[in-house]
């Protein structure tokens, strides 16, 4: 069966996934969006694959798009009067659709 999959993320996240996508031989076609409460710039991509490229194709998605970054704040005291420690966080983000298509062509 073939799938569809349709990711939406940040354009900066965006830009590794679709250069990711490629590099592994995967089509892929995005588009501009914007939504949410503050209409910030997503893109939109679109992959038609085959389902036994679909875990392959999850996976660059999410390695992607998710990224630690440590904060360090410095050697500032907070309300404690303790030397804040460095802060590991979680950046970016997608969301992910997949449905069944009946088929799809290449010409």
């Known amino acids: 069966m073939k799938k569809m999959v ?5 354009r900066v996240e965006a830009e590794h996934v679709v250069d990711a996508l490629v590099d592994a031989g995967h089509p892929v076609t995005y588009a501009e969006s914007r939504g949410g409460m503050l209409r910030q710039s997503q893109w939109t ?13 999850l996976g660059i998605i999410r390695e992607c ?3 630690k970054i ?15 420690e460095p ?8 969301i992910v659709f997949i449905w069944n298509l009946e088929g799809f062509e290449k010409y």
């Open 6 to 10: 349709m990711a939406v993320m940040p």
């Open 87 to 94: 802060v590991t966080a979680d950046v970016g983000w997608a």
């Open 65 to 67: 798009c998710n990224v």
């Open 45 to 57: 991509l679109y992959i038609a694959t085959e389902t036994q490229e679909l875990e392959a194709i």
């Open 70 to 84: 440590k904060i360090d704040i410095g050697n500032t005291e907070d309300d404690s009067g303790l030397n804040a």
